[in-house]
């Protein structure tokens, strides 16, 4: 399922109702704009069921690869069955309470609900951005825009598809505790 509706990115884009001929397409955007939001934050932003493994390294928290919705359900340790309700949930990061380190090579399973179950008004609103860029580069407007003022003069601006400037606004939002390949 989509973040954003094609019904939605039209009225955005303002792109009217009786626009159906491009519906396909403009669910290619809006798919690849979720993607490329997906990459930036560091995980999918829709609720799902997740189940990380870790290893210990001494520490007595836990990174995972999502921001926690809702509840961890269940976490082992080296195959022993832990009290969730020792561990505090900080966004994408549990610690345990009392401060017991995780032994280093120690094996940890976590399953936790992870993203949101509502998503927030800025990650459809960047998403609709991005697929209406996408949209505005088909045909013959590559990169190309033109806007009119008054006294008959015009502009023309170029448009690049380097979308951080978008996506620095999700900033809050990334799990950055994480280890983060270089692009």
């Known amino acids: 399922m989509s973040i954003v509706t094609v019904a939605q990115f039209k009225i955005y884009a303002k792109l009217g109702d009786s626009d159906t001929g491009g519906e396909l397409q403009y669910q290619e955007f809006l798919d690849a704009a979720e993607a490329i939001v997906a990459e930036y934050l560091g995980y999918a932003p829709a609720a799902a069921s997740l189940t990380q493994t870790y290893f210990g390294d001494g520490k007595p928290y836990i990174n995972l690869r999502a921001p926690v919705n809702g509840s961890v359900t269940s976490i082992t340790i080296d195959g022993v069955a ?48 991005i697929a209406t860029l ?16 008054d006294g008959g003069n015009t502009r023309s601006f170029i448009n690049y598809t380097n979308y951080a400037k978008y996506l620095a606004s999700l900033a809050s939002l990334r799990v950055d505790r994480i280890e983060r390949k270089a692009p």
Request: no cysteine.
């Open 82 to 129: 832990q009290t969730v309700g020792d561990w505090l949930v900080d966004f994408e990061r549990i610690t345990n309470k009392y401060g017991n380190p995780l032994g280093v090579g120690s094996l940890a399973v976590v399953a936790y609900s992870g993203g949101f179950a509502t998503i927030p008004a800025l990650i459809t609103l960047v998403i609709k951005r």
């Open 134 to 149: 996408m949209s505005m580069e088909t045909g013959e407007r590559i990169g190309v825009s033109s806007q009119s003022f």
